[in-house]
């Protein structure tokens, strides 16, 4: 199979790419830089220079493929305009699924975020319930959905769409603070941290967009990916601190003075562009339930999580302190 990878010098569409290109499929990644993909040109992957705002790039780098995966976003970044989200989360899933079918591709799987469920008040949620983005990113994603069905239908190409659920393993940085504040001793929890946390690791979530972007199943579908075990965040901490050998922390904060803080932060930061040290999204760490069901994925498409939560904090771990990081 030919496919292209888009956002393949990150964290989860270069463990795509690489895994791909392994099992023996050309594999093409359009990248703005070549030179911070060396590691993907030496995994067999095709490089294609561009940006997803270039119909020119993107005609290029569609031609002669047959799935397309669609991972490059914007993720959170401070100082950043809604319409720097609105043009590279919404309006270039557009431009691709137009190329892509004027290319002749057969598929297109886009990569949303389970996010756009906002806050689950009844967990744990399916792709069935209800839609209530949070913040920009949550909010562009779901247009981001929203203009591939559209598209799917206009251009009669298929279109498959997956929400992921906390990604994470090795590569990835996002939870280190988690990570190290639990190894190191230092780790302090807002609130009673009985609020559901549902990780995915890298490999199955790898493993599921293959899937959704084979399964004759798949096509026009909405598949959430996440792993095969939901915990609480209490009980993902102590996992964490049995794996690094250390006793489970166990100081609780209220939440709200934190909350405020975080406010703070960002009314006096954001009109400099300055990354606030404090954000109150990452007070919702704390305070919004993440529990998905993946019963539609492993009907459907067979997906099947493997990676068990405690290996996958495991080889996490090891990640993290092969590089002084924890």
Same mark, same amino acid.
């Given at each position: 199979?030919?496919?292209?990878?888009?956002?393949?010098?990150?964290? @989860?569409?270069?463990?795509?790419?690489? &895994? =791909?290109?392994?099992?023996?499929?050309? /594999?093409?990644?359009?990248?703005?830089?070549?030179?911070?993909?060396?590691?993907?040109?030496?995994?067999?992957?095709?490089?294609?220079?561009?940006?997803?705002?270039?119909?020119?790039?993107?005609?290029?780098? &569609?031609?002669? +493929?047959? +799935?397309?995966?669609?991972?490059?976003?914007?993720? #959170?970044?401070?100082?950043? $305009?809604?319409?720097?989200? #609105?043009?590279?989360?919404?309006?270039?899933?557009?431009? +691709?699924?137009?190329? *892509?079918?004027? !290319?002749?591709?057969?598929?297109?799987?886009?990569? !949303?975020?389970?996010? /756009?469920?906002?806050?689950?008040?009844? $967990? $744990?949620?399916?792709?069935?319930?209800?839609?209530?983005?949070?913040?920009?990113?949550?909010?562009?994603?779901?247009?981001?959905?929203?203009? *591939?069905?559209?598209?799917?239908?206009?251009?009669?190409?298929?279109?498959?769409?997956?929400?992921?659920?906390?990604?994470?393993?090795?590569?990835? #940085?996002? =939870?280190?603070?988690?990570?190290?504040?639990?190894?190191?001793?230092? %780790?302090? @929890?807002?609130?009673?941290?009985?609020?559901y946390y549902?990780?995915?690791?890298?490999?199955?979530?790898?493993?599921?967009?293959?899937?959704?972007?084979?399964?004759?199943?798949?096509?026009?579908?909405?598949?959430?990916?996440?792993?095969?075990?939901?915990? &609480?965040?209490?009980?993902? +901490?102590?996992?964490?601190?049995?794996?690094?050998?250390?006793?489970?922390? @166990?100081?609780?904060?209220?939440?709200?003075?934190?909350?405020?803080?975080?406010?703070?932060?960002? *009314?006096?930061?954001? $009109?400099?562009?300055?990354?606030?040290?404090?954000?109150?999204?990452?007070?919702?760490?704390?305070?919004?339930?993440? *529990?998905?069901?993946?019963?539609?994925?492993?009907?459907?498409?067979?997906?099947?999580?493997?990676?068990?939560?405690?290996?996958?904090?495991?080889?996490?771990?090891? %990640?993290y302190r092969d590089r002084?990081? /924890?």
């Amino acid at each position: 199979m030919r496919a292209l990878v888009t956002g393949a010098t990150g964290f @989860t569409g270069g463990h795509l790419a690489r &895994t =791909l290109a392994a099992r023996g499929h050309h /594999v093409r990644a359009l990248v703005r830089d070549p030179h911070r993909a060396a590691d993907l040109a030496a995994a067999g992957v095709e490089l294609k220079p561009g940006d997803l705002r270039d119909d020119a790039a993107l005609e290029a780098a &569609t031609r002669d +493929v047959d +799935v397309v995966y669609h991972i490059a976003a914007i993720y #959170r970044q401070a100082g950043l $305009p809604d319409e720097e989200y #609105r043009a590279v989360n919404a309006q270039a899933v557009e431009r +691709v699924i137009a190329a *892509a079918a004027r !290319s002749g591709a057969t598929r297109v799987v886009h990569c !949303s975020t389970v996010g /756009v469920h906002g806050d689950i008040e009844h $967990p $744990p949620a399916n792709e069935d319930a209800p839609l209530k983005p949070g913040d920009i990113y949550q909010v562009t994603k779901l247009e981001g959905e929203e203009l *591939a069905r559209q598209a799917a239908r206009r251009l009669g190409i298929e279109v498959t769409i997956v929400r992921p659920s906390g990604i994470y393993g090795p590569g990835d #940085r996002r =939870l280190l603070k988690l990570f190290r504040g639990v190894a190191h001793r230092r %780790w302090i @929890t807002l609130g009673s941290g009985e609020i559901y946390y549902h990780l995915t690791h890298i490999d199955d979530l790898v493993e599921g967009f293959r899937l959704c972007g084979e399964h004759p199943a798949a096509a026009n579908r909405t598949y959430i990916l996440a792993g095969g075990e939901v915990t &609480t965040l209490n009980e993902l +901490v102590r996992v964490i601190a049995e794996v690094a050998g250390v006793s489970p922390p @166990t100081l609780h904060l209220p939440v709200w003075p934190v909350w405020i803080a975080g406010a703070l932060c960002e *009314a006096i930061c954001a $009109p400099f562009g300055i990354e606030p040290p404090l954000f109150r999204r990452r007070v919702d760490f704390f305070t919004k339930s993440r *529990a998905f069901d993946i019963s539609r994925a492993r009907a459907d498409i067979g997906y099947a999580p493997s990676v068990t939560l405690r290996e996958g904090i495991a080889r996490t771990l090891g %990640w993290y302190r092969d590089r002084g990081w /924890v």
